[in-house]
């Protein structure tokens, strides 16, 4: 009798610990770890977060990046951090729900060692040409053209699994068209050699190619959401291009350690759905690409795991490899 009165009162003092330090969160800046390195979107994204955070949070937001191999350098470090709600993690469809495909051994698992917070942001990707290299208008004269025989048309990307490559994956499976992929370092390094004619077109998102279509650079054909984009209201969907049911949007979400206080996760969904909910806030997300997030705790998961599902598909439907 003596042990079992211990142990509940053992329980007791935890539990009452954990309120207590539910209800004093946040006492100190939290942490935002970016995996990636400054100019990404990920990154310009959480510095914008991190002026918006504050005002509902009570305390300041200070940006880590740790970019590389991956993401998985920002997500080990997010998945090993304290699971006290000072640390949270940028996580993006790559990293959550591509990379799981794509390497039989991680260093982080993104159902176990995350807990999800809330989707902030999202940003189509755009079908893009060079307007001097490949004279076409639309997705039907690119789909023609790449039929059309003669040398077959390549496409950059950022890395094999990239949003960008998968983009175009499910694009050429739609149609059975065979393309060649030349993955780059990088988004600039892939554009570079699109606008000097040594790439046929290329899927990026939608807030690094704009300054360059809108100084026609490079022509738009398509944009991967489901709906037009405000911010190229003239241009197409996939789906009005005669594509049924494309929709691709590169997504950026919040999430903590696996083990944080639900309290404390509770706090920080709330805080961040009434900061996206300024309108403030949301203009500033549109000037740069983005729309802001819809689904917040659960149903983050729950769209986090059905995007899973749906890239795995196409994965293993267009034979994608990490060499």
């Known amino acids: 009798?003596?042990?079992?009165?211990?142990?509940?009162?053992?329980?007791?003092?935890?539990?009452?610990?954990?309120?207590?330090?539910?209800?004093?969160?946040?006492?100190?800046?939290?942490?935002?770890?970016?995996?990636?390195?400054?100019?990404?979107?990920?990154?310009?994204?959480?510095?914008?977060?991190?002026?918006?955070?504050?005002?509902?949070l009570g305390q300041s937001v200070v940006v880590e990046n740790r970019a590389g191999a991956s993401g998985f350098i920002g997500a080990e470090a997010g998945a090993r951090a304290a699971p006290d709600g000072y640390t949270l993690f940028m996580g993006t469809a790559g990293i959550m729900t591509i990379?799981?495909?794509?390497?039989?051994?991680?260093?982080?698992?993104?159902?176990?060692?995350?807990?999800?917070?809330?989707?902030v942001a999202s940003m189509p990707n755009v079908l893009v040409v060079s307007p001097t290299a490949l004279p076409v208008r639309t997705v039907a004269e690119l789909v023609?053209?790449?039929?059309?025989?003669?040398?077959?048309?390549?496409?950059?990307?950022?890395?094999?699994?990239?949003?960008?490559?998968?983009?175009?994956?499910?694009?050429?499976?739609?149609?059975?068209?065979?393309l060649e992929q030349v993955p780059y370092r990088s988004s600039p390094q892939a554009l570079n050699d699109l606008m000097s004619g040594n790439l046929s077109m290329m899927f990026d998102t939608l807030g690094t190619v704009l300054p360059l279509v809108s100084a026609g650079t490079l022509r738009a054909l398509a944009v991967s959401s489901r709906t037009r984009s405000t911010a190229l209201p003239e241009v197409p969907t996939m789906e009005e291009s005669g594509f049924p049911g494309f929709e691709v949007i590169p997504w950026y979400g919040?999430?903590?350690?696996?083990?944080?206080?639900?309290?404390?996760?509770?706090?920080?969904?709330?805080?961040?759905?009434q900061m996206l909910g300024r309108p403030e806030v949301r203009q500033r997300l549109a000037?740069?690409?983005?729309?802001?997030?819809?689904?917040?705790?659960?149903a983050f998961g729950e769209f986090e795991r059905a995007e899973r599902d749906r890239w795995g598909e196409v994965i293993r439907a267009a034979n994608i490899r990490i060499e």
């Open 144 to 178: 023609a053209h790449a039929r059309s025989g003669g040398n077959r048309l390549s496409y950059g990307t950022f890395g094999t699994g990239s949003t960008p490559h998968l983009t175009m994956a499910l694009f050429a499976l739609q149609r059975n068209l065979e």
């Open 1 to 56: 009798m003596k042990q079992i009165k211990t142990w509940v009162l053992a329980c007791a003092g935890m539990v009452l610990a954990t309120c207590a330090m539910a209800q004093g969160y946040p006492n100190r800046p939290v942490r935002l770890i970016v995996p990636a390195g400054p100019g990404s979107v990920s990154d310009i994204l959480a510095r914008s977060l991190a002026q918006d955070l504050p005002a509902v």
């Open 287 to 298: 000037g740069l690409g983005l729309d802001a997030g819809t689904v917040s705790g659960p």
């Open 99 to 119: 990379n799981p495909h794509l390497h039989a051994r991680m260093p982080y698992d993104p159902v176990r060692s995350f807990t999800p917070v809330a989707l």
């Open 254 to 273: 919040l999430y903590v350690p696996a083990g944080t206080d639900p309290e404390v996760v509770r706090r920080l969904t709330g805080d961040v759905v």
